[in-house]
């Protein structure tokens, strides 16, 4: 079983930043892929970033030159820096991983931590 803690939302004015984090503990050894997803009201769950245990990352077209995905492998952690914020960002944000193989496969997920972006 993998757990997932999630920090780093909040509320913050458009053109400002965060960095959300997650950590994953639990019996596993490494994990292959690990990413971010986001929900905003009455949309469906999209995946903002992902990233590959050999540093291999995709992003949505939406956030692509303000957001970077990283990891720390020793830590099970990643990471997501946000930059240039705008309110359309604002959803709730869930961590993903998948120990396995791709994200789109399975895995586990986080509890999921709000960000707002407003003025």
């Known amino acids: 079983q993998v757990q997932l803690v999630e920090s780093g939302g909040g509320l913050v004015q458009p053109g400002g930043s965060l960095r959300l984090s997650c950590a994953a503990s639990?019996?596993?050894?490494?994990?292959?892929?690990m990413g971010w997803y986001r929900q905003a009201p009455g949309k469906q769950r999209e995946l903002v970033a992902a990233i590959v245990r050999g540093g291999s990352t995709n992003y949505a077209d939406s956030v692509k030159g303000r957001f970077t995905i990283s990891r720390d492998n020793a830590k099970n952690t990643v990471y997501l820096q946000m930059n240039s914020l705008k309110p359309e960002d604002t959803a709730v944000y869930y961590c993903?991983?998948?120990?396995?193989?791709?994200?789109?496969?399975?895995?586990?997920w986080g509890q999921g931590t709000q960000v707002t972006v407003s003025s």
């Open positions: 993903k991983v998948n120990p396995a193989g791709a994200l789109g496969l399975g895995g586990y």
């Open positions: 639990g019996s596993i050894l490494s994990i292959y892929a």
